[in-house]
């Protein structure tokens, strides 16, 4: 039993490390802006995520996600979530068409 709850533990320890991990290192600047930003999941691991993408013509596209679920497969989605949206943010810049492509792959694969 003490074998399965340190196993437990250690795979919450490396969602937390890969769900952190995810989150922006430094936030943008702008003038006239501050941004500030809190993270605080609801349990160990949850499926929270923000994001900011900078566009090439200094445009700032944010992205805020949550996963209704608050476990490990709560995470793991969100960070096939997360790569998904960065990757269809370099094809189009248009948030519609984004969360479009995004929400039909995920869509395929997900219960």
Same mark, same amino acid.
């Given at each position: 039993?003490?074998?399965?709850?340190?196993?437990?533990?250690?795979?919450?320890?490396?969602?937390?490390?890969?769900?952190?991990?995810?989150?922006?290192?430094?936030?943008?600047?702008?003038?006239?802006? $501050?941004? &500030?930003?809190?993270?605080?999941? =609801?349990?160990?691991?949850?499926?929270?995520?923000?994001?900011? @993408?900078?566009?090439? *013509?200094?445009?700032?596209?944010?992205?805020?996600?949550?996963?209704?679920?608050?476990?490990?497969?709560?995470?793991?989605?969100?960070?096939?979530?997360?790569?998904?949206? $960065?990757? &269809?943010?370099?094809?189009?810049? =248009?948030?519609?068409?984004?969360?479009?492509?995004?929400?039909? @792959?995920?869509?395929? *694969?997900?219960?």
């Amino acid at each position: 039993m003490q074998a399965k709850r340190e196993t437990l533990e250690q795979e919450m320890q490396t969602a937390r490390l890969i769900q952190y991990s995810l989150l922006p290192k430094e936030l943008p600047s702008f003038p006239g802006w $501050r941004l &500030a930003t809190y993270y605080h999941p =609801a349990r160990e691991v949850g499926g929270d995520l923000y994001d900011f @993408l900078i566009f090439p *013509d200094g445009r700032l596209g944010l992205v805020i996600g949550d996963v209704p679920e608050k476990a490990v497969a709560a995470a793991l989605v969100m960070a096939t979530t997360h790569g998904m949206l $960065r990757a &269809a943010a370099l094809a189009s810049d =248009a948030p519609g068409e984004v969360l479009a492509r995004v929400n039909k @792959l995920l869509y395929v *694969d997900m219960p």
